[in-house]
């Protein structure tokens, strides 16, 4: 059983266009992180964000914390090949425990 | 370069065989921590290590996986009389803080472990 869910499972999407992938659970996390992860590499760690309600944002993606700290959005404005990857997010809950991962796929 | 390294990159091996799998860590970093990651799923806490100990290996699966570490470097996991069930990509990550949450982990390529 994940801890984690994420949401959508895959996404393809045509080069330009906006994603939004979900990340719920329904314990509360004292912090949360986001990694992409490309083939035949680990995890790259992308932001953490600790704060209920709080935004961060990295270029063209916005990451946001839900209030009760149980769940977080990744936005990806004008999306671009190099974005392509897994995005996993990570809850802090006495060991860090990932979900499944989104799989996004952007289209030239 | 200075990032994780793991080694092999690739195993196959037979049923019932042993293999054993090891990472170098960031230099200086102090906490160490294996996962394993199965195609459609996400990381699996394996243990952590803190120096040479390891406070949690609860999530070791079974009896036939086990870790050390030394001199606060190098890390290896074995897995015994392997199963088909332990096919997948073991990764490794250190972080320069100890605690197996919150902190920012630097991952390794993984090992892709095959066992037929």
């Known amino acids: 059983t994940q801890l984690l869910e994420q949401s959508p499972q895959f996404l393809s999407i045509q080069e330009g266009e906006n994603l939004t992938v979900y990340c719920n659970s329904s314990?509360?996390?004292?912090?949360l992180q986001w990694y992409r992860q490309e083939p035949g590499e680990g995890p790259v760690l992308l932001v953490t964000?600790?704060?209920?309600?709080e935004v961060k944002k990295l270029k063209r993606l916005t990451f946001q914390f839900g209030d009760a700290r149980k769940d977080s959005s990744l936005h990806i404005t004008a999306a671009q090949p190099g974005d392509t990857g897994l995005y996993l997010c990570a809850g802090a809950w006495g060991r860090l425990s990932f979900g499944a991962g989104t799989t996004v796929t952007v289209r030239a | 370069g200075a990032g994780v390294s793991q080694s092999p990159s690739n195993k196959v091996t037979e049923k019932g065989k042993d293999v054993e799998l090891r990472c170098d860590p960031i230099?200086?970093?102090?906490?160490l921590y294996w996962y394993r990651q199965s195609l459609g799923q996400g990381l699996e806490f394996l243990i952590y290590?803190?120096?040479?100990?390891?406070?949690?290996k609860s999530g070791l699966p079974s009896d036939r996986f086990s870790a050390e570490r030394t001199g606060g470097s190098v890390s290896t996991l074995t897995i015994q009389r392997t199963q088909q069930e332990d096919s997948a990509v073991y990764l490794c990550?250190?972080?320069?803080?100890?605690?197996?949450?919150?902190?920012?982990?630097?991952f390794g390529p993984g090992t892709r472990l095959t066992v037929t």
């Open positions: 290590f803190q120096g040479n100990s390891a406070p949690d």
């Open positions: 990550a250190s972080s320069y803080l100890s605690g197996p949450e919150c902190y920012e982990q630097y």
């Open positions: 964000v600790v704060t209920g309600g």
């Open positions: 314990s509360v996390f004292s912090s």
């Open positions: 230099s200086g970093h102090t906490a």
